[in-house]
């Protein structure tokens, strides 16, 4: 079995994870989020990692990604890291995957990296209006991470958009799709869907293409 890597890009609150979400639901994929790659940050206090800048690819552990990846497409299993954004740092759990036909990659890092363009000859960037990324980040921090309206207004403006526009967005010309983060979220998974089947070709047809 050959393995296919998608991976999806997008800046914060662009929809990405959704997009995911719904093309996984449709070809039974399984979604490696590069969140879960964030650096363990054991070694600080809760306060320190506060003032840690997450919206650079160095606080990712990029190294381990792409281990862990070639790990897969050599047809051997991974214990993916989870992250506890409650207390940010790396929890203590790990999650089994073993190898797919076809892996999502969703993150803000997406595209950043060289060594994972190239395994990946499908790149999806997902492009989405600053004020609706905002808008949904807000509503994720404050009710499924425990953040204030103050500490994600602050930080957005502070960290998350500055590095959207130095790291982020420029990684959209290294996809081969961009789809919008407005669009219905059917419409925009079927454009990824029939991107997907030119590289993959399954026995049946995706659902709903």
Same mark, same amino acid.
């Given at each position: ?16 994870? =959704? ?16 969140? &879960? ?25 990029? &190294? ?58 499908? #790149? ?8 609706? #990324?905002?808008? !949904? ?9 425990? !953040? ?27 996809? =081969? ?16 869907? #029939? ?12 659902? #709903?293409?």
């Amino acid at each position: 079995m050959q393995t296919h890597f998608v991976p999806i890009a997008g800046g914060t609150g662009s929809g990405k994870t =959704t997009l995911a979400r719904a093309v996984a639901a449709q070809i039974h994929s399984p979604i490696i989020s590069i969140d &879960d790659y964030y650096r363990p940050l054991d070694h600080m206090t809760f306060e320190e990692r506060e003032k840690v800048n997450f919206d650079c690819p160095d606080a990712i552990d990029h &190294d381990l990604l792409i281990l862990h990846l070639q790990t897969l497409l050599e047809g051997r299993p991974i214990e993916l890291p989870q992250y506890d954004f409650t207390r940010h740092t790396r929890a203590p759990r790990q999650e089994h995957l073993e190898p797919a036909p076809v892996i999502l990659i969703e993150g803000i890092f997406a595209l950043c990296w060289s060594e994972l363009n190239q395994l990946c000859p499908i #790149r999806v960037y997902v492009e989405t209006p600053k004020l609706l #990324r905002f808008q !949904r980040r807000m509503e994720r921090d404050v009710s499924e991470r425990g !953040r204030s309206i103050e500490e994600v207004t602050h930080r957005f403006h502070s960290h998350v958009n500055p590095m959207h526009e130095l790291y982020v967005e420029p990684t959209k010309h290294e996809s =081969t799709l961009i789809v919008s983060g407005v669009e219905p979220i059917e419409e925009t998974s079927g454009h990824v869907l #029939r991107h997907i089947q030119t590289v993959w070709k399954p026995e049946e047809r995706l659902a #709903r293409v």
